[in-house]
């Protein structure tokens, strides 16, 4: 079982920057889950990200590649979206997920399908 809080967000004009994180917490620190980053918007379908696979590796979304980052403190078990050039339609509610151990993902899609959901934290990016 893992459980997600998030902090972070808020608001920002027009090409600025904002990092969020994702403190995870498991009883199971033995086996690599994958974690990544979805946001909903009202009227909006849901949209996956950004998601960091058991290796390593990430993937993200046309929307946000080049301007946001994911990245995690292992060490610390700690998820970080630093998100910049910030835009308009970026504005949303953003989640951390995490997936449970043994699975891959390797599309920023997956993160809609994971089970163990951040309490969400609001991004406002005014013009």
């Given at each position: 079982h893992v459980?997600?809080?998030?902090?972070g967000g808020g608001s920002e004009k027009?090409?600025?920057?904002?990092?969020?994180?994702?403190v995870a917490s498991t009883t199971d620190v033995t086996r690599p889950y994958c974690m990544g980053w979805?946001?909903?918007?009202p009227?909006?379908?849901?949209?996956?990200i950004a998601v960091l696979n058991r290796d390593g590796t990430s993937y993200y979304a046309d929307s946000v590649r080049g301007r946001f980052a994911i990245s995690?403190?292992?060490a610390r078990n700690i998820l970080y979206l630093q998100m910049d050039n910030l835009k308009p339609d970026d504005t949303?509610?953003?989640y951390c997920a995490a997936e449970?151990?043994?699975?891959?993902c390797s599309y920023p899609e997956r993160t809609l399908e994971f089970p163990y959901l951040g309490q969400g934290t609001q991004v406002t990016?005014?013009?």
């Open positions: 459980q997600l809080g998030q902090c027009t090409g600025g920057s904002l990092t969020l994180s994702c979805f946001r909903q918007t009227g909006k379908e849901d949209e996956g995690k403190d292992s949303a509610m953003y449970r151990p043994g699975h891959s990016v005014s013009s």
